[in-house]
């Protein structure tokens, strides 16, 4: 029996892990869940799968619920704190990290010092601080296994490879809702359009971000952390059918892909149980009839300019990372308010990236510090921006 903590219970990736975990109630159990500040959809987790603990992030969110929908004998409590305590847990054989944001770089740490297993969708946590995800890997002896589709594909394909077998990994991305369009068509675009993913059902503000393509740069900086590989050997290519999630490039030319049908089961299911395989007969076979034809493009940067600017942060490094991360939340939570425009959010992480150094963080403190910075200076730039086009 795997004890899985779920942190992030209440979003598409939460939502899906148990999905995955009630289809084997042989092999898994869901021994605690978080959430950010939803009680009722929180409580109606801990009512179907009966955990051991529930937290709720928001403080304030759990004092103002009163013990509304808190039955039977989970024990609630709130808080951040409380919240990395369910990742380091000893009762706890896997971590699954489907927090939003920067809020995730301290459980991703912590289940990595307690030696667990970390199923990682939190992209942020190796965005913000990936040289000391790589520390806290190696000190507490857990392993990292990601969830992103992306990833999976890359990490199923490299099984059994030696590392100077690998010459580069091309990322696919879908393009999102607007692929195709002109700059000029772009700066008419609202939040309701860019929600409307083509291909994947999702959160707000990876939608927003796979729009952007901000999404797909943090997958490149993802990818260097992840498998050692410096920017030059890691590439992107847009794909709209979202079949291809990755390739590596072998040094003797081959070429491996992972393929299949555009669901998140598959690669939690996959993370869940690495590196055995267990067969699930909800997800469907492969039909490649039915899935071509299969098409690539070029990223287009003029249109798309925040998948350039995070790859260049990751190229510049140090806390330039976490400046964008940064930035790109408070871009995205300006544009789905309506505060700044969809070309606007561009300006906006730049403002965040030029506004740090580049030097290598020592703590966690250190990059709480940069992220400090750059959020104070994209929500200023959106105001900026608000007032140049009043």
């Not at 709130?78 to 944001?101: T, Y």
């Not at 939570?333 to 290598?360: C, I, K, N, T």
């Amino acid at each position: 029996m795997i004890r899985i903590a779920l942190l992030g219970a209440t979003g598409s990736i939460g939502r899906s892990t148990l999905a995955v975990a009630a289809r084997h109630p042989d092999r898994f159990r869901v021994v605690s869940v978080s959430a950010r500040r939803s009680v009722s959809a929180l409580a109606e987790i801990v009512e179907q799968v009966r955990p051991e603990r529930a937290v709720l992030a928001d403080q304030a969110a759990l004092d103002d619920a009163g013990g509304a929908g808190m039955r039977g004998s989970t024990v609630w409590s709130s808080g951040a704190e409380s919240v990395a305590e369910l990742a380091a847990a000893p009762d706890v054989d896997v971590v699954v990290n489907a927090l939003v944001g920067a809020a995730g770089l301290d459980p991703t740490l912590r289940a990595l010092e307690a030696g667990h297993r970390l199923a990682l969708a939190n992209k942020e946590s190796l965005v913000a601080g990936g040289h000391l995800v790589r520390r806290a890997l190696e000190r507490g002896g857990g392993t990292l296994i990601p969830i992103d589709s992306e990833h999976s594909a890359i990490l199923q394909c490299l099984a059994g490879v030696a590392d100077d077998a690998v010459r580069r990994v091309v990322l696919t991305a879908s393009g999102g809702p607007f692929r195709g369009w002109s700059r000029d068509r772009l700066a008419t675009v609202d939040p309701e359009a860019a929600l409307k993913h083509p291909t994947w059902s999702m959160g707000a503000k990876i939608s927003i971000d796979s729009a952007t393509l901000a999404n797909k740069a943090l997958e490149v900086i993802e990818a260097h952390f992840l498998y050692g590989l410096d920017y030059d050997r890691i590439g992107a290519v847009v794909h709209p059918q979202s079949i291809v999630h990755s390739f590596v490039e072998f040094v003797d030319g081959s070429v491996l892909a992972q393929v299949g049908d555009p669901t998140m089961e598959l690669p939690i299911l996959y993370a869940l149980t690495y590196p055995e395989r267990v067969p699930d007969p909800s997800l469907q076979g492969f039909d490649p009839v039915r899935s071509s034809p299969l098409t690539f493009e070029e990223i287009r940067h003029d249109a798309f300019p925040l998948f350039g600017l995070g790859v260049a942060a990751g190229r510049r490094g140090g806390v330039a990372p976490a400046a964008f991360n940064a930035g790109n939340e408070i871009a995205v939570s300006a544009f789905l308010d309506r505060r700044v425009s969809f070309p606007g959010m561009a300006r906006v992480v730049e403002s965040a990236v030029e506004a740090v150094g580049a030097s290598e963080p020592d703590s966690v403190d250190e990059v709480w510090e940069a992220d400090r910075v750059a959020r104070q200076v994209a929500r200023a730039e959106v105001e900026r921006l608000k007032e140049v086009s009043a």
